[in-house]
């Protein structure tokens, strides 16, 4: 296979494209997607053939499953809300306080649990607790 001038990408060392980027039409993209769907097609060979990502036609395939690849798809299919952008009605009145981390530690150690099991291991818990969460912990833990 030989490579045209066009076909020539720049890269950097490590293989990255460093040139600018084709730009693919609407038309391109679902013709590109369509061979992918004929039976025995490998993503791969298309997106070869073409000179595409293998990762970007996936990415087309996932749009045109959603939809938003058909012509007129992102263009007018929405209609427009009008929108006003006022001032806030309620402002903060004053900054919110940082509380120092030591502070936040300590709070976390006073409001929670330690449990010891007979079998040395042993379950700290601080904040909100699931109790059936908790339960089958701990019996995971009596049972080594």
């Known amino acids: ?11 950097d060392s490590l293989g990255r494209r460093t040139g600018p980027r084709r730009p693919h039409s609407l038309e391109e993209k679902l013709q590109i997607v369509k061979e992918t769907h004929v039976v025995g097609a490998s993503v791969s060979t298309v997106a070869r053939r073409h000179n595409v990502n293998p990762n970007q036609v996936f990415a087309w395939r996932q749009l045109y499953r959603q939809g938003l690849l058909k012509p007129g798809a992102s263009a007018g299919s929405s209609p427009l809300l009008p929108v006003k952008v ?30 010891k099991l007979a079998n040395g291991h042993s379950v700290a818990v601080y904040g909100r607790v699931d109790a059936k969460a908790l339960a089958r912990v701990i019996d995971v833990l009596v049972r080594r």
Not at 1 to 11: F, G, H, K, N, Q
Not at 87 to 109: D, G, N, Q, S, Y
């Open 86 to 115: 006022s001032t806030p009605t309620v402002l903060p009145t004053e900054r919110a306080r940082r509380i120092p981390r030591e502070m936040v530690v300590a709070e976390r150690r006073s409001s929670g649990i330690e449990i």
């Open 1 to 11: 296979m030989s490579t045209s001038e066009e076909d020539t990408v720049a890269t």
